[in-house]
């Protein structure tokens, strides 16, 4: 539920709008089902406040307050090696520090996280945006290379947001379907600064976009696009990147990203996509990390050289719908399985049940994480 409050004053008037969620999240990961379960719990409760003073400006603060309980805090606390689950969850990777930790112990934390608040002004053809806000430059769906400044992680279903960054942005529109876009992410030196432009168009059907700069200590140049064939989705990202101070090394980093789908008349949806990574590795490539929402490059979406992914999801009912999803290392044989179920208990209540299985030889992408089983309760309103 989304509700507006109209107050006058001098003539004047003013709007609010307000809306939010709250879920229940528990997850029980193991490694084989015959050993240890741990369980891991999550209360998550998001609030959205926006005021438009007038039809230029607009003024939005969102949060999301988090109590995190359970085996995995204190079983993550337990190591010596690791700071506390408090320092991880409580680190703010922006430029200002908008996170707080209330409360925390041997297996809790309770945390709030400002990820939205900025202030908008918009006037002709003009559109300026600062403060902590979401840089959408993507155009794939798993895998987004064009997204260099809050580039996220797919395995974290939970965050539907996504993160945003410290920065301000100008959009001039040239046209109904293009526009130019600056964007300057703030850092405390020059080495920790990203200075973005972007311009984007329709041609031939399809969404044309070139992106050029520097993001922190690189030189980046891009290229997306979305349109159809045959009435299925296609979407590609393209980016470069090349260490400012090693312009004499020839070789730098390219990241993309294909992806292809298409939704039969019965509601049959099917996904495909396939990341490269110039600089990724074609053996064993290493454990990721699931837990990571905020990359700090669109460099390091994957750490295989190759990777594929592929998605069928199915309307079964009006309040039924099943997806199936997997990711695939073909060069360690690693994987990535993901059955889901969505069940909608009314129009602002739903039910999700999300596996995620990891599979995989040790010192793989996937290898080694385990199994996880997911149970999730939102109330929206």
Known sequence: MTFETM????????????????????TVNFQDVNEDWITDNLIHNRLELKYYPSDKWTFDLEMRNRLFYGEQVK????????????DFVGTDHGFFNLSHNWAEG???????????FFVDYSSGNWLVRAGRHRINWGQNLVWNPNDVFNAYSYFDFDYEERPGTDAVRVQYYTGSTS????????GDDIDDMSFMGLYKFSKWNYDIQFLAGQVKRDLVVGTGWSGDIKG????????????KDSLSDPVGQLIASISGDY????????HTSVIYNSKGSTGKAGMINPNVVTQTSAKYLTLSRFDMFGQVSYQISPLWRADF???INPYDGSYFVSPSAIY????NMELLFLAQIYGGDAGTEFGGIGKLFNFRYKWAF
Request: a negative charge.
């Open 7 to 26: 107050v006058s004053a001098q003539d004047k008037e003013s709007n609010f709008a307000f809306k939010g969620y709250l879920k229940y999240l528990t």
């Open 75 to 86: 079983l993550y606390n337990q190591i010596d090696s690791l700071p506390s689950y408090g």
């Open 106 to 116: 041997s297996s809790y934390v309770l945390n709030t996280t400002i990820d939205r």
């Open 179 to 186: 526009a130019a876009e600056f964007v300057y992410q703030l």
């Open 232 to 243: 299925g989705g296609f979407r590609g990202e393209f980016t470069y990147f090349h260490d």
């Open 263 to 270: 939704t039969f008349p019965n509601s049959l949806y099917l």
């Open 325 to 327: 999803s997997t990711i």
């Open 344 to 347: 909608s208990l009314t129009d």
